[in-house]
């Protein structure tokens, strides 16, 4: 921490469309403590469910948080805050005296998942193939769930940068005649096809759907986690089919982004879908695309890729982000 607020804690939250979590980072620490969730949709506002969260902690008015980092899952850049996913919307500026903040960062959510990739230890990670990864390259963040969110983080000589990215936005290029059908399909709805129509949670229906068309049937109308439940449980053919679709397109995106960022320290998958069936995923067709690349196929052997299962990594990574910023 910054230099007089040795006897204060630290404020970080990872703030979703759904969920806000909240803890306190003490001073010197990284680990977060007093984790908390609160449901957005209990709260008008941002800082009344900040305070609600520090009334719970407990801590007295002398250790109240002079600095906070809030993870935010929408674009960060501007003073005005607006959630993509709720009805959050808060002016930075005015929100950092409202909460006796010295400093106030308000950063993407998928910085923190990038600055919290280094800090993961080997419990926290649950490993999908590749080779060692090379120290000082830089990493690829991937994670599908309620979209699709992308990032990297590269090393310069203040520390580690994070990558903010609208990955999950770029074009879905088919890799095979099925996936050319699967295109055409979605392109009846929508003039433009992103990875995230593929792979996300509605990505898990949209291929739910499609699938079902080209077989030949009619798609009865299944929420995501239905479908994963009929293919994980209950072994539904059609089910099954989505499951292994949908991780064969994200090795070929994933695989993508490892190129466009170099990324030879590593890719991990993030999100809430695949920490649901790692032993599905790690027995699916996701390396073999993502090492498909033809002449590039030994280069992308020996990246390694792994799916982050630890529970908060959001709230470390916005605890490395304001330790970060208070060197």
């Not at 992308?150 to 520390?159: D, M």
Request: proline letters at 6%; charged letters at 15%.
């Amino acid at each position: 921490m910054s230099s007089g607020l040795s006897d204060r804690y630290g404020l970080v939250a990872d703030i979703g469309g759904t969920n806000a979590r909240f803890a306190l980072v003490a001073p010197g620490q990284l680990q977060p403590e007093q984790q908390l969730t609160l449901s957005v949709d209990d709260f008008d506002t941002i800082d009344a469910a900040i305070h609600t969260y520090l009334g719970q902690t407990g801590i007295g008015a002398e250790r109240m948080p002079l600095e906070a980092c809030l993870a935010i899952a929408c674009p960060t850049s501007g003073d005005l805050i607006s959630m993509t996913n709720n009805g959050w919307c808060f002016s930075r500026s005015k929100l950092q005296p409202e909460l006796g903040l010295r400093r106030l960062q308000v950063i993407n959510d998928y910085a923190a998942q990038a600055y919290a990739a280094p800090h993961l230890k080997p419990h926290e990670l649950f490993p999908v193939g590749g080779g060692e990864a090379l120290d000082g390259y830089p990493i690829a963040l991937i994670g599908p769930g309620t979209g699709l969110g992308a990032a990297g983080l590269v090393r310069n000589g203040g520390g580690p940068v994070a990558l903010v990215t609208e990955g999950g936005h770029v074009d879905f290029a088919p890799c095979d005649e099925l996936e050319m059908e699967v295109l055409r399909f979605l392109w009846r709805s929508h003039g433009h096809v992103s990875v995230e129509r593929l792979l996300s949670g509605m990505g898990l229906t949209n291929l739910h759907q499609a699938l079902s068309e080209i077989r030949g049937g009619s798609a009865e109308p299944l929420t995501p986690a239905q479908i994963s439940a009929r293919a994980l449980e209950q072994g539904d053919s059609l089910c099954s089919e989505t499951l292994d679709l949908f991780c064969a397109v994200l090795g070929s995106v994933a695989g993508n982004t490892a190129l466009t960022l170099g990324a030879q320290g590593g890719v991990y998958i993030t999100g809430g879908i695949i920490p649901r069936m790692l032993e599905r995923f790690a027995n699916s067709r996701f390396r073999e695309r993502f090492e498909a690349k033809g002449r590039f196929q030994p280069y992308m052997a020996a990246i390694p890729t792994q799916v982050v299962i630890a529970e908060q990594p959001g709230l470390l990574g916005a605890s490395a982000a304001l330790q970060r910023q208070a060197i």
